[in-house]
């Protein structure tokens, strides 16, 4: 396509003609879909699925209690609750109080609320919750009072925008928010903290720092240490991957000495605790690192280098305790618990027992308290709580869900595929024991391919009982531009060195067909997001490949993706559009403008969200009317309230799964 973009028109989110447009798109393609005779059945089974009880009722600790938002059928929005901390730690199963009701409070005040977090201070009972106006990003915070279960009269309150706020203490807040005009980066964050005086108006509070409106964004938070108290920081985001911190408990912000590329995990016994992102000071890239906190000024700070991961290694996750600092590290994509605690002056380091061969995640710690949870699951198996004991040196299986579907029948393979520049590209299969391997079996690969994010084994009743149980075959790809081999397989792919990440699932598309597990005929891919964008490219790049692609929320106009919502802010991920280079290999790959009539494309099925303020909707709507134009098939659905996740609540998230397995078995096994 060249010249002017004749669908600039479907940019406008709310405008009256845009919305008409995708009513009408909306309607052919829930016509077609809704019409199956197995959309029905997929679409009870998805809302079982949905609404089951039998979830685990994962969150955090604070303050001697364990804390949960929990969704069901009678709470559709949602209930945030606690257990005593011991009550919990028995079976998983506790008798819970509600502190707050998201549906209760939407029906209240006639709004479409969608919870979007909670932060309580220590040692009071106040809170600010955050609520999203049907799951936009941009939120409204309000002060909570969980001893009387109201909101504070005349308490703290921030209006709608993308905002960062946080507890200084009971009377005061650190804010980050839409201040007016000049106030908020190009990405659409803010870059203004403030301090707001309890009594005073928002307008009145103090700037304490700012950055630039080239930003990303600027936010305010809170790191805990082991003793209970609290460093105020900043965190300048100058880019997606890039940022600088700053100490906010001194008469000027303090910066912290870090590289560009590195994550605060934490505080520990007086010990600044941080991942590295890339090599500093000799110390290696992906490596989790400690320096003292009175040294976070220093030119110089006396670094340890706590766990340095092989090129096979990763770390997904690090959490706190009183006692130990917990590391959920991964090995060619399987999961294991580090326990790293002092050892007098130095560091000692053991493996914590748990299962092999799936994902570990943290379920909830605190940097002042000994408990701490995770849970284990791998693709075939239900997901099981533990609790870490004995200052988590043991662990105990406190609840394991029941299975959702029968994994009897099938097995769980790794394989591995080779790229085009030789990098060998793990994936994995989920198929019936007996499948035969005669290329006829309706395969769907998932992957994302983009910033730092991994695809570890995950239990996903949702694939088991409306695929696997109907006949399909599920894999999942661990292509570059993910995060299972630390910051080098995420950067390998950065920028105009995009294109290994098509090479990479590309060649477990081709590797699926030469095992004879599918075929072209009965292949189809699915990605979300930046894996919207992995679609779009891959139906330009290979539509013969495949015979199916479902396209959610997705990135897919590439020259002008850094001008739409929070686009700015993936120009560290994806390149500029306004540097002539990096331009250059955008128009190679950016799949609204190199789309084409093609004997050989598939019948694509794009959804997003209208309310979506993170990836824009015009993406989706422009790509699926330039196909029309073309005379090319496609199926559309655009869910008019839902946010970045295509779902407002657990029964539109079940309608879409519905419509997605629906549409794939028109394709793939008909």
Known sequence: MTGEDPYLWLEEVEGERALAWVREQNARSLGQLESDPRFAQLHADALALANSSERLPTGGIFEGYYYNFWQDATHVRGIYRRARLADFARNGDPQWETVFDVDAVAAAENANWVFKGIDCLEGTTLCLVALSDGGKDATTYREYDTATRTFVRNGFVVPEAKSGVTWLD???????????????????????IKRWTRGTPLASATEIMRGEATDVGVFAGVLQDTDGSRVPIAVRATTFFESTNFRLDGATPQRINLPPKASIQ?????????????????????????????????????????????????????????????????????????????????????????????????????????SAFVVFEDYLTPDTLYALERNATTTRAVRSLPAQFDAS?????????????????????????????????????????????????????N??????????????????????????????????????????????????????????????????????????????????????????????????????????????EYGSPSNPEERAFLETITPYQNLRARDDFPVPFVLTSTKDDRVHPGHARKYVARMIELGMPVLYYENIDGGHSAAANLNEAARRRALEYTYLMQQLMD
């Open 409 to 461: 029948p099938y097995v769980s393979e790794q394989f591995e595929a080779v790229s085009a520049d030789g990098t060998r590209v793990p994936y994995f299969v989920l198929r019936r024991r007996d499948l035969p391997m005669n290329g006829q079996n309706a395969t769907l690969l998932y992957a994302y391919g983009g910033f730092q994010v991994s695809m570890t084994p995950g239990y996903s009743p």
């Open 266 to 370: 934490g505080l520990y016994q007086g010990q600044l605790i941080a991942t590295l992102q890339e090599e500093w000071r000799g110390h290696p890239q992906g490596a989790l690192i400690s320096y003292p906190l009175s040294e976070s000024g220093s030119e110089s700070p006396n670094v340890s280098v706590l766990f340095a991961p092989n090129a096979r290694q990763s770390v997904e996750g690090v959490a706190i305790t009183r006692d130990a600092i917990l590391v959920a590290g991964y090995e060619n994509v399987r999961g294991r618990l580090l326990r790293i605690s002092r050892n007098g002056a130095g560091w000692a380091t053991a493996n914590v027992d748990l299962p092999q061969n799936g994902s570990v995640s943290f379920a909830g710690s605190s940097p002042t308290e000994s």
């Open 170 to 192: 009971r009377n005061t807040l650190l804010v980050a928010t839409d201040w007016g005009a000049g106030t908020m980066t190009e990405s659409g964050y803010p870059f203004v």
């Open 463 to 572: 694939v088991g009982k409306l695929w696997l149980d109907r006949g399909g075959v599920y894999v999942i790809a661990n292509i570059r531009g993910g995060g299972e081999f630390g910051p080098a397989w995420h950067q390998a792919g950065l920028r105009t060195n995009r294109q290994v990440i098509y090479d990479d699932f590309y060649a477990v598309e081709r590797d699926l067909v030469e095992r004879r597990i599918t075929s072209p005929e009965h292949l189809g891919i699915m990605g979300g997001s930046n894996g919207g964008l992995l679609m779009g490219v891959m139906l330009n790049q290979h539509p013969e490949m495949i015979n199916a692609a479902v396209v959610q929320v997705p990135l897919l106009d590439m020259l002008r993706y850094d001008q739409l919502l929070a686009g700015a802010s993936w120009v560290d």
